[in-house]
């Protein structure tokens, strides 16, 4: 929706480098890699590495030591520190795969954290992370994006930092339920371009962490989840008018019909064809707008 992935270049044994123009205010680079026999020369990053192995095992050189990742694990480089890459087994022909999110330091805050292990055996992280990847490449919206985005650092630096941040103040309940409400009323009254998880935070003179707790206490989900929900609510009493299906994804802020499709299964779990002609079979048509004009139940003859 808002155009995230700027730049692709191709380069040898199928990686592909992914520039997304700004995500919680910073630059970010992805890439998606298989290597077969390519050695990395020693070399340091400016950003922190978070890569995530999807199959075969990479070995690397780091702080003097030998380091090997697999499936199931996430391998973490501090900035400005030396590292090699290379597969485990230059005999093996798959060689390895693995995604990379090159996180700038400002994504961290003022304090970095420090992580002694650069492997960690950590499935969930590595699964969440894998997840992101996917929604970033794929140009999702900025609201989702920055709101993955935050909260798989932050299980990150809880999970693995030896130094991390300081604690947050969390919202109290009152103010956690106005924060809530505050945000509800944005996002419901801007389905179709609705405000980063950045400008809400900016917005109630908050992080965009404590937005998030704030958010789910409220809720019980981020706001990027209830936005979806939201919409899946709304496409559902157009979709219960006989509208079609691409207005109504239109109508709702979806990027596409498949958009609304791939939600539409994840919460009612069917699809939004199947669903419209449910509800119009089952004896109650509904009389309504895309505008979202009032609804009145008319009874089938």
């Avoid at 691409?246 to 699809?271: K, L």
Wanted: glycine share 8%; net charge positive.
């Amino acid at each position: 929706m808002d155009g995230f992935v700027s730049a692709r270049a191709r380069v040898p044994e199928q990686a592909d480098w992914t520039r997304l123009r700004q995500v919680n205010g910073v630059r970010l680079d992805l890439l998606d890699a298989r290597f077969t026999r390519h050695e990395f020369a020693p070399h340091t990053h400016d950003e922190f590495v978070v890569s995530v192995p999807t199959r075969g095992l990479q070995r690397c050189r780091y702080r003097g030591a030998e380091h090997a990742a697999g499936p199931g694990s996430v391998l973490v480089l501090e900035p400005g520190v030396p590292h090699t890459g290379r597969p485990a087994d230059p005999t093996v022909v798959a060689g390895y795969s693995y995604r990379v999110m090159y996180a700038p330091v400002e994504l961290f805050g003022s304090r970095l954290p420090r992580f002694t292990d650069a492997v960690l055996d950590d499935a969930r992280l590595a699964e969440l992370l894998a997840f992101l990847y996917a929604a970033l490449s794929a140009g999702c919206e900025t609201l989702e994006a920055e709101t993955r985005l935050e909260m798989a650092l932050r299980l990150l630096i809880r999970r693995h930092a030896t130094q991390p941040d300081g604690q947050e103040h969390v919202p109290s309940s009152r103010a956690a339920a106005r924060t809530t409400e505050a945000v509800i009323e944005r996002l419901s009254g801007q389905l179709c371009s609705p405000p980063s998880l950045t400008a809400l935070a900016e917005e109630l003179g908050l992080s965009r962490y404590q937005l998030i707790r704030a958010f789910r206490s409220g809720t019980g989900m981020a706001p990027s989840e209830w936005l979806a929900q939201y919409r899946v609510k709304r496409a559902r009493e157009l979709l219960a008018c006989g509208n079609r299906l691409d207005e109504v994804a239109a109508a709702v802020g979806f990027t596409d019909q498949p958009h609304m499709t791939r939600w539409f299964r994840r919460i009612v779990g069917i699809t939004p064809g199947t669903y419209r002609t449910s509800v119009q079979d089952s004896g109650v048509l509904l009389a309504g707008s895309l505008a979202g004009g009032n609804q009145r139940s008319v009874p089938s003859p």
